[in-house]
């Protein structure tokens, strides 16, 4: 079965600081793996995504994610964090084999940027 | 362009009413899926369709739980005989089928169930 572990429910950093959002992911076969965030009272928007290829890929908003096959990891990152930035960020996971589009997302992490 | 719009934005349901979530894709998006977010969870899958056709309802939490999508456009979500533990944010996406694994989401419908 498909599952996506988000370890961190917060994460806080300081605002010119890096970050990490942590992800990890369990699935058959290859992965097509995605970044959304959340503001408050509005919809999921797409951040990013690794389908293939380098296994670092770039997204909106100056983030960035490295695919790391070895350690089912997909971590979000951004070199320097901005207070704009804090909001929900989902991980998720679709396998390549599944004819259905489904994606299976994790709990959440909630990213606070302190000025 | 206009994002995938879904309507009411709010809804409260006494327990054992009917209700109907609404969802508009963006136009030309073949794919569109219906997902529940319970609070503090992340997105779980409900259904998915492809043009009017149901090809996936493997999320359906129970036989209450019924959605339609009859001429490849617009889509309902109806809930019959709520339940408290229908409430949740319920969440409209929609894909282009060949880009099908970047998926756009609503806003949501906030299902308060009392």
């Known amino acids: 079965a498909q599952s996506v572990a988000q370890p961190e429910d917060q994460v806080n950093v300081a605002e010119g600081n890096p970050l990490t959002v942590k992800c990890t992911y369990s699935v058959s076969g290859n992965p097509y793996l995605f970044w959304y965030v959340q503001y408050p009272n509005r919809g999921l928007q797409f951040l990013l995504k690794y389908i293939t290829g380098d296994n670092l890929v770039k997204g909106s908003y100056g983030f960035e994610a490295e695919f790391n096959k070895s350690q089912t990891s997909f971590h979000l990152k951004k070199p320097s964090a901005l207070v704009s930035d804090s909001a929900l960020y989902f991980c998720a996971v679709r396998a390549r084999m599944d004819s259905s589009y489904k994606l299976i997302f994790g709990s959440g992490t909630r990213l606070l940027v302190r000025p | ?114």
């Open chain 2, 1 to 114: 362009g206009a994002g995938v719009s879904q309507s009411p934005r709010y809804k409260v349901a006494k327990r054992g009413q009917d209700v109907a979530l609404r969802c508009d894709p963006i136009s030309g998006h073949v794919s569109l899926f219906w997902y529940q977010q319970a609070l503090g969870q992340g997105p779980e899958f409900l259904t998915y369709f492809q043009n009017e056709a149901q090809l996936d309802k493997s999320g359906l939490p129970s036989d209450r739980f019924f959605a339609e999508r009859p001429e490849g456009s617009v889509s309902t979500l109806k809930i019959q005989r709520t339940q408290q533990e229908d409430s949740a944010v319920y969440l409209c996406a929609s894909s282009l089928r060949d880009r099908a694994y970047e998926q756009y989401f609503g806003p949501g419908t906030r299902l308060t169930v009392t």
